[in-house]
């Protein structure tokens, strides 16, 4: 026997975060019965489970990069009809993407059907590194980017120490490049960093995640990832950092 969320997320349906939303709305079932509340046990061999009226299978996983144009959702829908990041995957898998990137920054996400895979890469134990380049107005000083290396105090918290590099300035426009590499995934966390030392971005770009980057592709670009790369982004994600 196990949760009913954790099935669902197992059958690659949604991360184990959205299935209990999933419950909670009212729209799973199982055997027949709507099931709203949280914690209920199921036989995911023997009780028929359905999502939406749609019955849950096995799905063969599927993983994904996609280079995510600025003023897409970081999402499988959108009550205001503007593109998600699923538009870009053509697949019968239904995929969801791996954490966020907020609706103007562009760059590298990550999608899947495997909820225990992105789970897993989402933990916050766990340090999955991403480097981000950012436009920035004003042009920051070496004691600005310092407090943002030694990890600076947001309303959520003191972030963690990050790597820092001015890129290049321009004196004429009053803005600077900034690359920021950085492992945790607060919500426009980012953003939030160089506002808080004075710079508002005007532009994002994630460039890499962990090993992964956007080499040779341009916005709106998708391709499968490799089993190679599965494998070993699986493998970082469970080594616990020292």
């Known amino acids: 026997m196990e949760r009913l969320q954790k099935v669902i997320a197992h059958a690659g349906v949604a ?13 799973v079932s199982v055997n027949g019965k709507p099931v709203t509340e949280l914690g209920i046990k199921v036989q995911a ?36 009809d503007r593109k998600v990041v699923t538009d870009y995957v053509q697949v019968e898998q239904r995929v969801f993407p791996v954490g966020r ?4 920054t562009s760059g590298l996400i990550l999608l899947t059907n495997d909820g225990e895979f992105a789970n897993l890469l989402m ?53 600077a490049i900034v690359r920021l590499s950085i492992h945790e995934g607060r919500n426009r966390q980012v953003r939030r960093m160089f506002e808080a030392i004075g710079h508002a971005v005007q532009k994002l770009k994630r460039e890499e995640y962990s090993f992964l980057t956007l ?23 469970v080594t616990k950092p020292s």
């Open 215 to 237: 080499k040779g592709m341009n916005p709106g670009d998708v391709r499968p990832l490799k089993p190679i790369e599965v494998k070993h982004l699986r493998e970082l994600a």
């Open 101 to 104: 990137l907020d609706y103007e």
């Open 123 to 175: 933990h916050p134990r766990h340090t999955i590194n991403k480097v981000y380049v950012a436009k920035v107005e004003g042009i920051p000083t070496k004691e600005s980017l310092k407090r943002l290396e030694k990890g600076i105090m947001l309303e959520d918290g003191k972030t963690a120490p990050a790597q820092v590099k001015l890129m290049t300035v321009d004196k004429k426009k009053n803005t």
């Open 15 to 27: 991360s184990r975060r959205k299935a209990e939303e999933l419950i909670l709305q009212g729209r």
């Open 45 to 80: 061999n023997r009780d028929k489970i359905e999502v939406d009226g749609v019955p849950i299978d096995k799905e063969e996983p599927v993983y994904f990069l996609l280079y995510k144009p600025s003023g897409v959702i970081s999402s499988v829908s959108d009550d205001r």
